[in-house]
């Protein structure tokens, strides 16, 4: 993976809003993979008391776009199929991994798996992304 790509990828999660507001945390990104971490909070919770799936899919994604934009060009969802398999119990550390499974001129797919601290599996996904021709809107220009 280019060096430029991953710490700009890095740069850009660490500045994005979103990211901040679930306290997503980028830990390892390697080309068509990613590793993201998040705190299970109380303010995360449905009505029930377990996770919400937004929360969990919030996961799912920041993983699925860090991974599928790691190849340098932009790459945008068109589908993502989650299942939820389990909540994790309260102020759990959550891990959502993003692999890519195959990756083709316009199109990719990547396995997502979100786990718990005691390696629980809590959802898992198969997403599909479309790969533009463009690259990423925030690399630096080559000097």
Same mark, same amino acid.
Not at 33 to 38: A, F, I
């Given at each position: 993976?280019?060096?430029?790509?991953?710490?700009?990828? %890095?740069?850009?999660?660490?500045?994005?809003? %979103?990211?901040?507001?679930?306290?997503?945390?980028?830990? !390892?990104?390697?080309? +068509? $993979?990613?590793?993201?971490?998040?705190?299970?909070?109380?303010?995360?919770?449905?009505?029930? +008391?377990?996770?919400?799936? +937004?929360?969990?899919?919030?996961?799912?994604?920041?993983?699925? &776009?860090?991974?599928?934009?790691?190849?340098?060009?932009?790459? /945008?969802?068109?589908?993502?199929?989650?299942? $939820?398999?389990?909540?994790?119990?309260?102020?759990?550390?959550?891990?959502? &991994?993003?692999?890519?499974?195959?990756?083709?001129?316009?199109?990719?797919?990547? !396995?997502?798996?979100?786990?718990? !601290?005691?390696? =629980?599996?809590?959802?898992?996904? =198969?997403?599909? /992304? $479309?790969?533009?021709?463009? *690259?990423?809107?925030?690399?630096? *220009?080559?000097?």
């Amino acid at each position: 993976m280019d060096d430029k790509v991953r710490e700009a990828i %890095f740069r850009q999660v660490e500045r994005e809003p %979103f990211a901040e507001k679930f306290g997503l945390r980028l830990i !390892d990104l390697e080309s +068509g $993979y990613s590793k993201v971490e998040m705190d299970f909070t109380p303010d995360m919770e449905n009505i029930f +008391g377990m996770a919400h799936g +937004g929360a969990l899919f919030a996961l799912m994604d920041e993983a699925f &776009e860090t991974a599928s934009n790691s190849h340098g060009t932009m790459a /945008v969802a068109l589908n993502m199929n989650i299942s $939820y398999l389990s909540s994790p119990s309260a102020g759990a550390r959550l891990t959502a &991994e993003a692999k890519e499974l195959n990756r083709t001129h316009k199109t990719a797919v990547y !396995d997502i798996r979100v786990v718990d !601290d005691r390696n =629980q599996l809590i959802a898992s996904c =198969q997403a599909l /992304v $479309y790969r533009k021709e463009k *690259p990423l809107p925030f690399l630096e *220009p080559a000097k």
